[in-house]
């Protein structure tokens, strides 16, 4: 499609140069013969507008051996055409089209070597190869040269009558002088004009014909001049066009500006920018710039005359930049016609308007309008328009599939809200009818504070020791009875299942008010987010944003998180972080459930996982089962589909969890991921120790290895975690990283509640920074005051 | 002593108090029973009952009673009990889980008498206890969990538990305690009176963490080696309830390099002194000292509409100190006045120091010669001002709704300290009015009254002001349907504000119209970010929204554009 695209930009980059050209555009290699006949191409002849064709110049220039091939020829459109009826055949009609087009660049005046005329006809035969069948590719290439003979041929018989007819939309700030175009164009006062009031309030049609073909310009209302309510009034305008546009599509649309009110601060950017918006940025492919006011006096920026052609690139170069901006594309370009509609304008001989640059804009902004509208026609002819996508391309990302399947290997489906009770329960079951060891320990005597000071340290460091491990086996006895009451409790609820949940009759009572981040301002604006303590099984948090406005709480994003168990054994949850602004759209949400069977054996999940990465939002859907083959393991599989950008990837895994004794925890997992013309295997083995006292005390080494494949190129990843608690009041935390590419990272964590000694590294921190920051100031102020 | 009695009579006698019994008498007609040789035990009973306070129990409830008494001929065993359960279940519901019909009698043969044990406490005992459940020593002082008990639960009221669980929740947001029970339980000595005992656990006191990272990279020879020794990370400590008093100490510091610290380094130290007028006097002053940074988009330095684009952020890096006192009058309402020394840089996207705002120009360059951000030009401005807020706040909750009014005073007081010495004044005064529009009977589970809110905010600038500090039109708090900034930045603006909510089911939906304006003064900020930025100074907006719980999802339309869009907030705009 991205060709198509090309093609179409291409067009309007030819059609937009009608000045002298390069030789080096493949166009001229056909035309190279006739090239040397015409001289000065681009510019248009000064002809007599009449109504009859009265070109004779051009008519040398066919070097057709007309006289053989032209009975053949007819007989073999004619039956084109025929079958056009029937089959809608869009060839034939691009060829109807070419006739039609190389009859009134006769009839205009233009030679029909005229580079403009060359390359629409190049581009047309371009398009005509792009979408002929193979059958029709030797028609195709006569075609072109037939259609010069017979459009020659028509156009002196002058039968048939010329059906072509032109479709203008005008488009342009109030004042600028659409409809004073349009009069200049018909010759006559057609639409109502005032200079100083806007004369247009509405939509109209002003119709008539010039040079035989009938024209229908839609005037508009003009836009208005930047201000407060000029948005509004604007999109009130162009939606109106909008409207009116979809009934009867424009062949052509003029955008006109003044081209000496122009300058380099360009301010109507945002009402580029809003045309682009509601009527789409497809209606600048077949947008002509016109400047009207053209025939002012050139000054440069000091004071200096420029040369008017110097001057009207300039401000051509402004308006087209600022047309990139509004659509995001810098390829388009936009043909340029200049007007001058002031009756004391500049006339030649023939009473024709003509610029300060001599050309007479009238014929060439008619020939422009045809050009552009058979460029149009050919590209709906062919459905070229469906597939021009204009700005930034959108979808050229694509995802990471290595990541994506790390993702999907680490992605673990819940199978219920107390699944980490479970895993402790069933750690503990062995032992809940053994007698509790805290209930064998002798008692012990408190001592009180003023009795502990008297103690000397190794007495100490021994009463807090022992307190350390009773505190140990104490939870454990906790945890022991909170096991057992649990399983009670299932038994009672498995006998009163039916019962309905109790509806809690709480009081409304509002929750304490939230303390907000640091700021300095005066004061948090706690009201805001004061509520009222609901039973609701809706999370609702919001998340702070630390790089958020200033003097602004900075709560941007809301983080919802839910769970429920919506019958006995299907059990439901989703979290999720979304943040919506005027022009910002962010989510990120998994939604899981689960469905264990009565013998609480076998779980299904699925799981629908949703992320929005830029414009673009990525979709993964996943679904597994857990069983439970026997006693200490648990395999699990799963399927995962991911979409993102049109793209889907589709994945599979297996996982096995083996238990061995109670410490000992082994998972290995491998899966394999395709899409997107890739593949990607990867598995991952987990080894866990934990520590005598788990699961009271959270002690244990971990060792993690995964591998992952991706275009037989092999990462390696190894992680060691441990968890440590030398001491009653010491926490270590250890994890080393390392993949196979020598990258890798450590972290120690270190968390004490006695050892408060350790906070002194933030003194050292702030000591440094205080320094540096006095440094940066002072070399700073020094700087200012050289300045100074 | 403990129990109450309830009174009820057909045709109303009166009501009798004594000891914690209530006694509720029922007035009957006289009746064919025997009744003359009754009178002996009744004048002991009488004695009883005199000295009896009124029950709890309204009169509402007791008007029931006396018309299930009227339908009825005959006072039988069946009616009583059906009384008492009616009796027992009004304490129950209402939280009164001590209370209790004790016995039937009656006085005379026009009266039947209901005592009934309320529950009455008679000693409060806060104890502490260490994990084991030992009960030991507590590091904090009592009277600090004492003042956040209600007068409820202090000895000789009744106990109510939902006074007991107001009291769970006073407690703990103390934050000083990992579990908070709170036990009544039956005073032997004293019949129908109930020991309240508070049992505590305190949390921990004292907690550091320390978390560092090194990277590897590959090195010399293709070994793996650490990137630098210099650690990066992060330091956190914590020290609550210093002295017992609830005072406490807290920081944070997390950098990419804990050793020579650059400019990612971020901080913050608090110290939280309450209490500050004494444990014993009910004022409370909190004293509240902060140091800390952070850094934050300037909305001043955005893009008007359609030129988003066009202007590069700058960001508003602060660092500074902040000691405050506040006083609390009222649970919303409360006091704030304190010093504020603070030291301000302005950055461009690279974290380059930047005196300017920016802008893209057409041809893809960057000019720098926008509005200057400071008011010292340099960039960095430090500035030592005075700060105060009052906020008088009633509003409350009628069945999830707010009614009632609240006005916000906030003013900036400029010392003439810091660079190019600032004197000024920045003053804004917020009036917001929550208008109940229909009577409706409070009580859970009945529907939210529909609630007109009126709202207006007036801020106002005297003296310098450097353009970080100038007051932003538009965002989700000063005029709905626009990004921050996006309407612009001015020394005074007004915003005016009307919404109206409107029960549906559960939750309210409304319908609101705000308008925002710079009064014309955003000529006066230096160097007119307002209009170098394209912005109009101006715009109101309208549109319509739901509530789900907290979040707000609605639909503005920007009046300016012409533009709708859909936005979802966490909590309430006004």
Redesign the interface.
Known sequence: MKGFKDWVLALSNSMASSRPLLGSDPFFRENEQQDNHSQAPALPEPVARSETPCSTSDVVEIQLPLSQQQAPLESLYQSSFDLCEKRHNPLAKIGDLQVQFLRLVQRLGQSQNNILVSKVLYRVHLAMLIRAEESELKTVKLRQDRAKALAKEQESRGIPELDFSLRILVLGKTGVGKSATINSIFGQSKSETDAFRPATDRIEEVMGTVSGVKVTFVDTPGFHP????S??KN??ILLSIKRYVKKRPPDVVLYLDRLDMID?R??D??LL??ISETLGAAIWLNTILVMTHSSIASEGRNGQSLNYESYVGQRMD?VQ??IH?AVSDTKIENPVLLVENHPSCKKNPAGEYVLPNGLVWKPQFMFLCVCTKVLGDVQSLLRFRDSIGLGQPSSTRTASLPHLLSVFLRRRLSSGADEAEKEIDELLNSDLEEEDEYDQLPAIR?L??TRFQKLAKSQKKEYLDE?DY??TL??KKQLKEECRRRRDEKLVQEENLNKDAEQS??????L??MAG????D??F?A??????A?S?Q?L????YD???????V??D??N?ETAAKIKRNLFASATGQ??????RFTIQSETNAAYTTDSSKQTFSVAVDLQSSGEDLVYSFQGGTKLKTFKHNTTDLGVALTSFGGKYYIGGKLEDTLLVGKRVKLTVNAGHMKGAGQTAHGGSFEACIRGRDYPVRNEQIGLTMTALSVNKELVLNWGLQTLLRPNRDTNIDVNVN?NN???????????????????L??A???F??LL?RKKV?SE??RE?EEEL | MGTSVVVVEAEVVGMVIFGGICFLWLFQRPSRTRNSHRIGILTDYKRRIEKARPCLLPGTVQREMMLMLRDERRVGARLLRKIGDRVNRWYQENGYAFAQVMNFGSLNSKEVVFEVVEGDITKLVIQFHDKLGNVVEGNTQVPIVHREIPKQLRPGHVLNMKAASQAVKNIHSLGLFSNIEIYPRLDEKNEGGVIVEIKLTEADQKSAEVSTEWSIVPGRGGYPSLASFQPGGSVAFEHRNICGLNRSLMGSVTTSNLLSPEDDLSFKFDYVHPYLDGVYNPRNRIFKMSFFNNSKLSPVFTGGPSCEEAVPPISVDRVGLKANITENFTRQSKFTYGLVLEEITTRDENSQISANGLRILPSGGISVDGPPTTLSGTGIDRVAFLQANITRDNTKFVNGAIVGERTIFQVDQGLGIGSKFPLFNRHQLTLTRFIQLKHVEEGSGRPQPPVLVLHGHYGGCVGDLPSYDAFVLGGPYSVRGYTMGELGAARNILELGAEVRIPVKNTQVYAFAEHGNDLGSSKDVKGNPTAVYRRVGHGSSYGLGVKLGQVRAEYAVDHNGGTGALFLRFGERY
């Not at chain 1, 609702?540 to 998340?543: F, H, K, L, M, S």
């Not at chain 1, 590419?741 to 906070?759: Q, T, Y």
């Open positions: 930047p201000s407060a309510s948005t509004r999109r009130k380099m360009y301010s950017f945002p920018k809003l402004v930049h600022y901006q408190i009180g504070k307190l009773r505190e104490y939870l009759d709480q009081a409304a009572v509002p304490p008010d981040p640091d700021s300095f005066s004061d604006p009201h805001r987010y004061r509520c009222i609901t609701d809706w609702v948090r919001p998340v630390p790089q958020g406005w200033d003097h602004d900075g709560f994003g809301i919802i979304v943040s919506r602004d005027k022009q390392m590419r020598k990258m890798g990272k450590i972290n120690v964590k270190l968390n004490s509640s006695e050892h408060w000694e350790i906070a590294i933030s050292f921190t702030i440094k920074a540096r100031v700073m102020t200012y």
